[in-house]
Every structure is written in C-alpha cells, then in structure tokens.
C-alpha cells in the first residue's frame, strides 16, 4: 500500500505562483508512474500532469502547458507540481495519484492510478 498526502495548496492572486508537493509513504520504493488531477467547481476531476516511472517524460494538459511544471524527488518520495501564472481557471481541488509499481508510462486515464491522496485546495482570484 501506498500513502500519499497533499501539501501547499492555498490561495493567490492571478498570475501568481504556488507549489505543490506529494509525499508518498508506506510502500513507496520502485518505479510507478505518478500524475497530478484536479477537479474545479461544478467540472469533472481532470488530468493536469503526469511522470513516468522513472522520470524520464512527463506530460501537460494543453490547459497548463508552458505554465506548470512537475518533477519528483526519488530520495524523498516526494512529487511537485509548481505553478506559475496562475489564472481563475486553475482553481480547483488538486490530486496525487500513483500506480501501481512497475506501472511507469504515463496515462490520463484517472483508472489507471491506484492510489489517491485526499486533495489540497487552489483557489486563484483575479
């Protein structure tokens, strides 16, 4: 079993930045695809961004393309996802997602992913 919690959610204005982490405990060790989800007001969970197992590739949503960046610290089992030029669209519920190991393409697809953290909330106002 994996663990994952949120941290860094918070508040901004729009056109700032935050920076989001993932900590994953329990059994962490291997390579597993991770992904960042989130889900706005009245929309459906989404795919924001993804890892490969072994970090080599990543993946944005068109969405957040050239404004979000995720990376992950294998030593601290830790996953990021900054933020920058933050608009009101991006205000949402975000999610940490892991497969299962040895699962280490990325995919959109929210089945794919086995364990789920419970959320940190964004909020960006204009």
């Known amino acids: 079993q994996v663990q994952l919690v949120e941290f860094g959610g918070g508040s901004v204005q729009a056109g700032g930045s935050l920076k989001l982490s993932c900590v994953a405990s329990g059994d962490a060790s291997g390579d597993y695809a991770m992904a960042w989800f989130r889900q706005g007001p009245g929309k459906e969970r989404e795919f924001v961004s993804g890892?490969?197992?072994?970090?080599?590739?990543?993946m944005y949503a068109d969405s957040v393309r050239g404004r979000f960046t995720i990376s992950r610290d294998g030593a601290k089992n830790t996953l990021y996802l900054k933020m920058d030029n933050l608009n009101v669209e991006d205000t949402g519920d975000y999610y940490c997602?892991?497969?299962?190991?040895?699962?280490?393409?990325?995919?959109?697809?929210?089945?794919?992913?086995?364990?789920w953290g419970q959320g940190t909330q964004v909020t960006v106002s204009s």
């Open positions: 997602a892991a497969r299962s190991p040895r699962s280490v393409a990325i995919t959109t697809a929210q089945i794919s992913y086995k364990y």
């Open positions: 890892i490969s197992g072994r970090s080599d590739r990543t």
